[in-house]
Every structure is written in structure tokens, then in C-alpha cells.
């Protein structure tokens, strides 16, 4: 894997992220939704004067391509054009609603794989053992159990019926979050030395990154166990067997190794999909993310909102992509030999 | 260190630090504390307030907070929906044979920010909601300039003095603003006003009213924070903090309240408010709304011969069980007027409703049905929005609930679920057959419900008003006479009842859920659901 293959892969990512904007920007305009009508109420929606003035403020006055050129124009500056619905920069809501779903998913992505991949393990070694079973039954619960449902039993159970959780949000009712350098309270909160609202992050980024979870951590057990089954099964391992390496050796040198590549894929779009589309979670768990702020722009048709998304989603897709795939460099070095 | 020591060690590393976030969160997570006499605490859904600039907000969940840290010159009270009160005005009288009104202010009233109310920030605020040419615009528009005649008297002038303007006056968008630190912020009360005024960034996170509140915080879709105003005219608010949390979803709202974490959940459906019946320490709070779910029918043969014909639309409103949608879907929660004018209103109650208005009786759906050529029914398409409810009831219970009403009389509904944005582009268009929606008024007037229904209403169920309805309405509109003016709007419903575009099925009383723990929470109809400076605690 050279520099210029790098270098290739993230010019590639740029311009399908910039395609998929265009392809969401023309779907979204045959839509049949008028977001002035979407936006403005029923008084002043018929205003003419009001009405003009919302679209050409919006620059939905403008033909089609018109909205498009000046939308890649203003990106050029970095400006990602000013949402409908919140009348603020996208990139300024962007920027607040991305780091409550990054820090969401960046734990959840991290317990499942601390989950799914010992269980997957453990399942294959043990096969057909009750621990095998436990964890078919285990991935079976977290890959069927609507995320809402789950969300709503977790919530009701452990903060409403135990009451050993804290209450849904980011923080407590009036805590005033610590000052913003990366927006991700872990972070900030350490860099601020508060280490109570450090302790009440964690606390209330419990219960919703379980449940957001759960899904990935059933897949991710599945795939494991399915992978290690596969690899343990190839002749090199019974070469190795042969030879008298030790088994454990043989089970995480030689057969976990390789079974880790689609597992390492998976987590990938994986990850990417809980940045973008934990949608219900973070409706039950108040929590103020990327999922939920697509939706209601979606809804709305909110066009700057939707387009903007569309470009950090993708980038996001493709950039985990990208690291996913020069991560096999570690894991497999025959990728880097090619 | 070979490759499979670095992978053996990744997954040992993740394996711990998963169990060590979970360890951190179950030993330092502590429950969030209950909300205390000094701290009321809201649970709302405030994903829709997209500014807290009060010449610009025209939302649902932002008249709250502003009506706690703005004042108007007039307000409302709960259940009087017809006589103004003061408030920052002490009085007023219409001047130049009413094309004029006169405004005198209440002396010795402070902003926040410890500057004078003056006649000045009177004229500032209302040309500056006039010529922001925003969403809230429109109110204003009957506005021509306001004069200041002293440092206590502003002279509004109108525009049209046929026109009501005094039930304009009490919603939140006439919120006095501090005119001396909106103008240095860069806002501005001139024509180009909707181009260059740029203050509304500063008063997304700092108010400049003379409200019992005043805005310290607003965490987009996560909090709005308000203190106590130090300079507030009245007894000083009873809470030092008011924060209103954005909680999304209902069922979590009433996890919350049962938690005590806080003190009312203001978006419960109807079986969640059924739920919390007889729970101790929470009562229901109850307040009759002027808002209505309606059915429209058009009058265009291109969408529907059927309801073309307005003897067939008759037969419809005969055909539908208004008391088993109340009863049955609505728990008895709702009234229901005659027609387009909401109980409360113009004249409009329920004994009228009794007197004047449609009563299901399938005998005579039938009669009409034959007499319209159609005696063996109709199907037309019924449109609504999806995922929406009213006054605690969704709108595809009721569109059920109506199908099977006119199934009674071989009418068929074919049910048109619809997204809600499509919906309302659709039904403002008037490209739909029928239509189940929703009315909420902009302000307390007869004339906001009266107008539009010979005008953009009519437009959207093509229906062209005869020239004689539409000069009933504006007769009524200018009536001076209280009694009259509501005699002439029961004549205009009678009209559109005549008329069977415009069904009426239900005017909701909302509901909210609140802890014991506060006292004087009442619901309003006005516009702002309820007065935080009434609420205190016990």
C-alpha cells in the first residue's frame, strides 16, 4: 500500500462525497414538499411579500442547477449555506448536534466489539457448548430487539422502575456543560478537570450506548463466531496443529487473526451507520445528535440542512471506509504486499 | 512484538476499556437531582423553536419562554378570551374616529437590563416586527407607524381601521424589547429592516424584556435556562430558575415526571394522561384550547365529482358520530363548535353548536344522499397526515373512525396517509378531494377564523364564497358593537354550514401532567400555554 494509493483513496472519497450531495439535492427538490410551506405559518404563508421574501432569502428563487452552483460555491469557502428550520449555519448545527452522536457512538462501537468479539471467539472455540449458546442467543436479542423497544424497557427498568440511572440528556437537568474545545463532553470535561460532570457523562452515556449497542454487538458476535468457525476450519490451522504449536497459539496468532478482516469491514459501516442514524436513541435519550437533526431536516425538506448532512454522512462513511481499509495493512500483511 | 501480540493486545485493550467505561458509569453515575422549590423544571419537545428573538419566533413551543421573559402592552387571561387586560399598558382608547389607537404606558417599569420602558421601545418593537418581514410578520401588518407622543404614550396608527388590532396585541411577537440595547446588538425598526437587522443572534441567548424571567441559556433542543429579573415591576417571580428540557418523547417525559426529575410533561397522549390518573403526588391540569382538528371538502369536480355537489357533502356531515369521536376517541376532552369559529369566540357555544350545527342522523345522510342522485353512496379519498396527533388523538384514529362513520351510509373513505410537509404543500395547493387537519389561531380574534375561510381556506377547498358571504364576514370583522359582531358571525356560520366545505369535528382541551410540588399552573388558549409567572411553589 503506497502514499499515492492513500492519497488516491481520499481524492476518490471527496468526490463521491460530493456526488452523493448532488444525488440527494435533485432527489430531494422532486419531492413534492414546498419547505416555504413546511416552514412559514398559515397566516403568514399567504403573504405574498413574506413568501418572496423566503424565497429569495433561501435562494429557492433561483433555478435548480442555479441552487446547486452556489451551494459547491459556497462550499468552496466552507460554508455548508444556512439551515430552514434553525435559521443558523449548518455547519454551526453541525457542529453541535455531531459530537453528541460521535461521543454516543464512538462507546457503543467500543462496547460492542468488547463484547461481540470475545463472545463471537468463545462461541466458536466452545461450539455447541452452552457458552455458544448463550452467545447465538445473546446476538439473536441484540440483532432483533427494535432499537425503541429496547431503548424504552432499558429506560423504563433502569431509570424509571431501579432508579440506578441517571435521567435521559447529555447531563443533568441545568448542569451547565464544560467549556467547548471539542464538543464531546468526555473530552472537554477531562480537559477542564471537572471530573463531576466527567462522572455524570459516563453516567448518562450508559444506558443509550448499550442500547445503540446492541444491534452491532449481535452482528459483530455472529460474524466473529462464523469467521473463527470458518478460519478454524482452514488447513493451515490443522498444518499448524500438526506441527505442535500450542493451541492458543494456533486459536489467536493463526485463526483469530485472519477471522478478524470482515469483522474489522462490518465494524466499519458499523460505526459509520451509528453516527448517522441512531435516530430513535437519541429521541427517547433526549439526546441532542446527528440522527435526529437528519430526520427533522428530512421531514421539513430543510435543502441546505439535508445537503450538508449528506456531505458530513458520506465523508463520515468513506472515511471510516478508508481507515477500515488501511487498517487490513495490520491485520493482513499479504494487503500490503499487493 | 509480532503482529499477533498487536492484535492480541487491540482486542485486550478494547475488552478493558469497555469494562472500565462500564464500571465508571454504574460507580460514578449518579441519579440527576429532583427539581427544588427554587428550580421549576419543564419537559417539553422544543425541537421546533428555531429562535427565541421574539419579533421573529412564530412557533409552537416558544410562546412559553417568551411570553416568561417579554411582556406585551395587553394580555389575556385564561378562559377570557374576548376582553383584553393590562398589563404593560395601564390603558388605551382608539383615537381619529378609530383609525388610531393610544397606548399609555405604565410608569416605572425596568427593563432586565435596568433601562425605562418608554413610548420609544413601544414604536422600536412594533416596526421592527412589522418590517422584519418574517413569519411573524403578518400580525403587524395592519400596522402603519407607531408615534411617540410622550415618554408614556405611543399612538399606533393603522392601516385599515376596519381591522382589528387589540387581539393582535397580546401574543408574544408584540413582546417589548429594550429598543436602546436592541439597536447598539444591530437591530433595526426601518424598511430594510428584513436585510440588515442582525440582533437576532443576541437575543437567541439574552433577553431584553421587562418579563417576571429572563433568559440566561438556550441549548439548542437540549435546554432553555431563565433566572429571576432582578428588576421586575410586579412581586418577584417565585422561582429563581425556570428550565425547560427538551424531552422528545412523551413516554420519557412521563418517566421523568414520575421520577420527580421534573415538575409538568406537557406533551402526553391522551392514554398517557389516562395512565397517571390517581398517581400520587401528580395531578392533571386541564384548559380548554381554541383549537380544532377539521375536515375539508372540496368543491372541485376535477378532484371529486361527488363532493362537488353540495347536497353530497351535506349527507357526509350528517353521516359522521361527532359525539362517539369525542366520547370514544377523546375521553369527552373536546366541544365542538358550530363551525370556523372555535367556542369562545364570535358568538360561537355550545349550545349553538346544539342549535345550529350538524348531529349525526344517518336517516337523513340518506334523504340527502338520494336527493344529491348518488342513493348508493360515493367513495372519495380522505388525506391526512401521518404520525400526528391533536389534543392527544392521532390523526389516523380519527380518519378510521370516520370511515366507518360513513360506511353506514355506502359512503367510502379511502384512507390517503400522507408525510406532513407533503400534506400541507398539497392541501395550501387545494389539490386535495378531502382533508383531515388542524386550526390554531394567531391571535384572539373572530376575524382570524372568519376571513380565512372566504379567503385562503376557500382557495384550498375551491370554493368561490358569493360576494354577499364574504361582505358578512367584513361587516362582522368592523362591528364595534360586541353584541352585534356576534350575531352577525352566527349569522356567517350559518352560511358556512349551509356551505359543507368546512367540518368542524373537535375543539380539544389539552392537558398537562404536574407534580405536586407547584401550584398555580393554568392552561391557556392565548397562545402560550401557560403563565410561568403564575406558577409557584407549594
Known sequence: MTRGYVVARIAVTGVMALAATLVVFL???????????????????????????????????????????IFLQKLSRGDLGQSIATRRPVLE??????????????????????????????????????????????????????TFWLAFIALALFYGGLEIAPSPGRLDAGAVPPPQVTGLYLIDSLLAGDFHTLASTFAHLLLPSIVLAATTTGVITRTTRVSMLDTLDQDYIRTARAKGVLEQAVRFRHALRNALIPIF????????QLLSGAVMTETIFGFPGMGRYAFQSAVILDFPAISGITLVVGLTYLLVNLAVDLSYALIDPRVVRR | MTRSDIVRRICSATTLLGTLTLLLCVLWGSPAAAGTKTVLVLGTDISDTNTLDPQRQFVYSAPITEHAIYETLITMTPGDYKDAKPLLATKWETVDNGAGLVFHLRPNVKFVTGNPLTAEDVKFTFERLKYLKDDASALAENIARVEVVDPLTAKVVLVDKAQPLLPFLIAPNFGIVDSKVVREQGGLNTPDADKNDKATAFLDQRSVGTGPYTLTRWARSTEIEMVRNPNYWRQPAAFERVLVRHIPDSATQVLQLKRGDIDAALNLTFDQLNSLKGTAGITIVKGQSLDFMYVAFTSSAALSQPLSNKVARQALMYAIDYDGIIKGLIGGDAIRPASFIPVGLGGSTTDLTREIGYRQDLDKARALLAQAGLPNGFSFDLSYGSGADVGGVSYEVVAQKLQADLARVKIQANLKPMEQGNLRTAYRKGDLAATITFWNPDAMDPSLWADPTVERVAKRVRWEPAPAIVALAKQADAEPNPQKRDALYVQFQKLLIDQANLCVLFQPVYSHAIRDSITGYQLTAAGWQVDLYDVKPR
Open chain 1, 265 to 272: 469491514t462490518l465494524g466499519g459501516v458499523a460505526y459509520a
Open chain 1, 93 to 146: 448545527d453541525i457542529k453541535q448536534y455531531a459530537p453528541a452522536s460521535f461521543e454516543l457512538a464512538t462507546v457503543a462501537i467500543i462496547l460492542a466489539f468488547s463484547i461481540g468479539i470475545p463472545l463471537g471467539v468463545l462461541a466458536a472455540i466452545k461450539r455447541d457448548s452452552w457458552l455458544d449458546h448463550v452467545a447465538r442467543a445473546v446476538s439473536l436479542v441484540g440483532v432483533s430487539a427494535p
Open chain 1, 27 to 69: 432527489v430531494a427538490h422532486f419531492v413534492p414538499v414546498d419547505p416555504i410551506q413546511t416552514q412559514l405559518g398559515d397566516l403568514a404563508s399567504s403573504k405574498p411579500e413574506i413568501v418572496a421574501r423566503y424565497r429569495a432569502h433561501w435562494g429557492l428563487d433561483k433555478p435548480l442547477w442555479e441552487q446547486y452552483l
